[in-house]
């Protein structure tokens, strides 16, 4: 099924859940994670680090991809969701994929995206609130970098990977499939009353102030 999370209109959200529920019926999970987004919408590959810089239309685009596709997706798909019961072991649950940015500003970072990352949690923690009733759990998983085809167009590359493991406190920066395993125990019944949470798999680094190695 393709759906343009992006783009969402009164047909295109209906015509998702029809097509979910016509291949699979009521779903007990969803996860968004945004690997790339339309070049016609943002330059990604040239955002600005700051966001003094960045144009009003890369801004949007970027609150839009990554802060917003995970409340279109749960619109379209609350009704499946919400057929799970929250009184029994069979709670839905939705996951995002966030960053240490959204919540620390972190200089080596877009702006723009910062701003998206801020929308996905501020939007995670209510989306929690008002499904909760439905029993559909909502949490976010903030990962540290990973060094993927997106990765090293957004800059991280395996010196930087290196220097982060010399200061994460458990001197590693957790892999993909590292963070996939987080993940599935995010989405299984061991966490059925997590909800609202952004849990870092980032080797306890979120803990560490920044450092501006200017001041020293």
């Known amino acids: 099924v393709i759906y343009d999370a992006l783009a969402p209109s009164s047909e295109s959200e209906p015509a998702l859940r029809e097509a979910v529920e016509r291949e699979v019926g009521a779903i007990d999970f969803l996860v968004d994670a945004v690997a790339g987004v339309d070049n016609k919408m943002i330059d990604i590959e040239g955002l600005p680090d700051q966001l003094i810089d960045t144009s ?8 839009r991809a990554t802060g917003l596709s995970v409340l279109s997706t749960a619109r379209a798909l609350r009704a499946l969701l919400a057929d ?26 877009p702006g723009g995206l910062s701003l998206g990352k801020s929308v996905l949690e501020a939007t995670i923690r209510r989306l929690a609130v008002e499904l909760g009733p439905e029993g559909i ?42 963070i996939g395993r987080v993940a599935v125990s995010l989405l299984s019944p061991a966490m059925m009353w997590v909800s609202g949470e952004v849990v870092h798999v980032d080797g306890g680094k979120n803990l560490l102030a920044p450092v501006d190695r200017s001041l020293h």
Request: glycine share 10%.
């Open 56 to 63: 009003a239309e890369n801004v949007l685009g970027m609150i």
């Open 84 to 109: 799970n019961d929250a009184r029994s072991d069979r709670v839905a649950s939705i996951l995002a994929i966030s960053y240490l940015a959204g919540e620390k500003v972190d200089l080596g970072y």
């Open 137 to 178: 759990r909502v949490n976010a998983l903030s990962a540290g970098p990973v060094l993927t085809t997106r990765g090293t167009v957004m800059g991280i590359t395996v010196e930087g990977i290196e220097e982060y493991e010399r200061s994460a406190p458990l001197r590693h920066a957790p892999t993909a499939s590292e």
